[in-house]
């Protein structure tokens, strides 16, 4: 039990910096509305330390951990002269279009009990308390792209929350068939500035 509560103390003392109280919402609070982010936007432009914590794959009927990456690497955010944020990851094959998240209030543990993984290391309610409100409040972005890795098509999307100004969290997903077998992942991600 405490080796499952170190790694999620250590990200929720990082969250925390970049929150300055827990009683009063947060800044990034108001950016949950096209309008609003779009005052906004221009300001995520740059590179961002992303860092791969740890998740779970799911292969058919088992659950394996998936343990976090050792190092952190450098994606860069680019504003396409459309006005769209693009990111650009080391390995990504392709630059990962971001859109608006015109979704319902993200509930990152219901999602992942729904695909058979357990709770992500912070869930989306963890959020909610370190902001002082909810993440529908919050700019959520969506970044969806496919890659092909030893023959393998898949499919990822990273789900985002703008929690301030200089950290960004969220889920990346990825989804697979190798050999017939249905193949997911969830892992956490947090990027910083």
Known sequence: MIAFLKP??????????????????????????????????ATFV?????????????????????????????????????GQLIGTHPEAQEPIPFVWADEPPWKFEADATKDGAPAPLLSSSDVEMLMGCG?????????????????????????LMVVGPEQMYGVFHTSAVVNGTPVKSWRTVTLTR
């Open 8 to 41: 999620r103390l250590v990200l929720l003392m990082v969250l925390m910096s970049a929150t300055p109280a827990f009683s009063a919402p947060d800044a990034a609070c108001r950016y949950g509305t096209p309008e609003a982010w779009a005052q906004v936007d």
């Open 46 to 82: 740059g590179p961002w330390k992303i860092a791969h914590h740890s998740g779970f794959v799911i292969a058919g009927p088992m659950t394996m951990p998936f343990p976090a990456s050792a190092g952190v690497e450098t994606m860069a955010i680019e504003m396409l002269p459309t």
């Open 135 to 159: 993440v529908e409040n919050l700019a959520r972005l969506i970044g969806h792209t496919k890659a092909t890795v030893d023959g393998i098509a898949m499919d990822m999307t990273l789900r």
